[in-house]
């Protein structure tokens, strides 16, 4: 996907503010690394973000589809190829560390999203974000973030729902696509 440009930085700070709002703190970088600040990403871009994570850095042309059939099933109208667009080197250690702790956000019982997939047959890698919003009496943003199966990811999945509450209440969409 295109790169919209909307990142929590000091750049992007400076585009979407005024005055002293407009200044990047320390605590801005605090912000920014857990999720929260200004940054303003698709759902397919967080899919792609989750398949290259998935594929240890390998990014990958994103797709709606892999392959157009007649209405009969019969004969392959038309295919996509997997397509490497780049890399970024991901170190073993780093890929086992990532990989583990968004197996447990779905396997451990303390995880945000054990519950949709506690008895699951198939071990999924996730993360559930919320993001907070200033408008009253609303509820906040969800995200839900996942790719499967763990030892050999086939599939990323990104689920955005505006005002949907949080991430881990979206972990059951993702369940039914993985169905």
Not at 50 to 60: C, E, F, K, P, V
Not at 90 to 102: F, K, P, R, T
Not at 146 to 172: N, W
């Amino acid at each position: 996907p295109e790169d919209t440009g909307y990142r929590a930085n000091a750049e992007t700070k400076q585009m979407l503010y005024v005055g002293g709002d407009a200044l990047w703190y320390q605590g801005d970088q605090v912000l920014a690394a857990i999720g929260q600040s200004d940054n303003r990403f698709t759902p397919m871009q967080l899919a792609v973000y989750t398949s290259t994570l998935a594929n240890q850095g390998n990014r990958y042309k994103a797709t709606f589809m892999s392959r157009v059939v007649s209405s009969d099933y019969r004969e392959l109208i038309a295919s996509n190829e997997k397509t490497l667009i780049s890399h970024m080197q991901i170190s073993d250690e780093a890929y086992q560390a990532y990989s583990e702790g968004m197996h447990l956000v779905t396997s451990n019982d303390w995880g945000t999203a054990y519950t949709t997939f506690a008895n699951y047959p198939i071990a999924v890698a996730a993360k559930t974000g919320t993001a907070q919003h200033d408008i009253p009496n609303a509820s906040d943003h969800g995200a839900f973030i996942c790719y499967a199966p763990l030892d050999d990811p086939q599939i990323a999945i990104s689920v955005y729902v505006e005002k949907g509450g949080h991430g881990s209440t979206l972990a059951s969409i993702a369940k039914a696509m993985l169905d």
